[in-house]
């Protein structure tokens, strides 16, 4: 199993940017399928990016040319960059490691974009 610990989330006005990170802990990180989750008020989590262990990665529509996902193995670290943003991302992003035995997530960071 692997622990993660999101951050980097905050207010942000419309057109900015943030980058979240996600540190883990406790596993071989670089075995892991890595992603990037988010959950607005009243709405389903949704898959915002994946990167998998060979560093292959996978956007949501809504959220291509303007987020990057990516990762440090040397660091134990996902991170997600996320540029152009609007108020519909606005949403708890939760971070997921995953392998065939194994289906981790990080506790949220809330991103709020708002003028």
């Known amino acids: 199993q692997v622990q993660l610990v999101e951050s980097g989330g905050g207010l942000v006005q419309p057109g900015g940017s943030l980058r979240l990170s996600c540190a883990a802990s406790?596993?071989?990180?670089?075995?892991?399928?890595m992603g990037w989750y988010r959950q607005a008020p009243g709405k389903q989590r949704e898959l915002v990016a994946v990167?998998?262990?060979?560093?292959?990665?996978q956007y949501t529509d809504s959220v291509k040319g303007r987020f990057t996902i990516s990762r440090d193995n040397a660091k134990n670290t996902v991170y997600l960059q996320m540029n152009s943003l609007k108020p519909e991302d606005t949403a708890v992003y939760y971070c997921?490691?995953?392998?065939?035995?194994?289906?981790?997530w990080g506790q949220g960071t809330q991103v709020t974009v708002s003028s």
């Open positions: 997921n490691g995953r392998t065939v035995v194994a289906d981790n």
């Open positions: 406790g596993s071989i990180f670089s075995m892991y399928d």
């Open positions: 990167i998998s262990s060979n560093s292959n990665t």
